[in-house]
């Protein structure tokens, strides 16, 4: 047992807090209220942007059918504003859209300055045996599909021009090898990359015999 001298010199703990920690505290307690108070305000910072709610392919139009309006936190992205909603539908898709697909700029056509739809325009095609028929004939409206290469279980088929022309076409050893076909300007980008890589196909529109 400590005397009462002993019991004199051993250190005393204060119970006084510092004022720098009780300020800090303050500071953390309000800087958290203020993200809190900004998550809330940006959670009300939504606009209205394009959302398409079924299958569109590369080169088809998309129509107002397929567009529907979303609420979306604004977060700079290039979304297209619901309020254009009919330039959107006037364009066909660049690429296969997928429905629930918030709609960018890049993935349209025709739309925001660029291809005008309605110019007709001739793009060549170099074909395979198989992808036209045997007797396809100059002045013949066709459609043109692409056709996956190296197709796996995922990739389908994709009509990616309602309606061509053809313009011109050859053959070698019985088979068209070269075609010309006037399309719709705004598909012509599609139809000519898929052409370079020997994926599209022609299917001649024809009345039963």
Do not use: C, F, N
Not at 70 to 99: F, H, M, N, Q
């Amino acid at each position: 047992m400590l005397t009462g001298v002993a019991s004199r010199g051993l250190p005393q703990w204060s119970r006084q807090r510092s004022p720098g920690l009780a300020a800090l505290a303050v500071l953390l307690v309000l800087g958290g209220a203020l993200a809190t108070m900004t998550l809330v305000m940006r959670a009300d910072e939504r606009t209205s942007v394009v959302r398409v709610v079924k299958q569109v392919g590369a080169g088809q139009p998309l129509g107002p059918d397929a567009l529907q309006e979303a609420r979306v936190a604004d977060d700079g992205a290039a979304y297209w504003p619901w309020s254009e909603r009919e330039k959107v539908a006037a364009a066909v898709a660049a690429v296969t859209v997928l429905p629930g697909t918030l709609l960018t700029r890049p993935m349209i056509r025709g739309g925001d300055g660029g291809a005008v739809a309605g110019r007709a325009v001739r793009v060549g095609l170099a074909l395979k045996p198989g992808q036209a028929p045997y007797d396809l004939q100059r002045g013949e409206r066709v459609q043109l599909i692409h056709v996956p290469g190296r197709r796996q279980a995922s990739d389908v088929p994709v009509l990616v021009a309602e309606e061509a022309i053809v313009d011109g076409v050859s053959y070698t050893s019985g088979s068209a090898d070269l075609a010309t076909v006037i399309v719709d300007s705004v598909v012509a980008p599609v139809v000519a990359a898929h052409a370079v890589s020997g994926e599209i196909a022609i299917a001649a529109i024809r009345s039963q015999p």
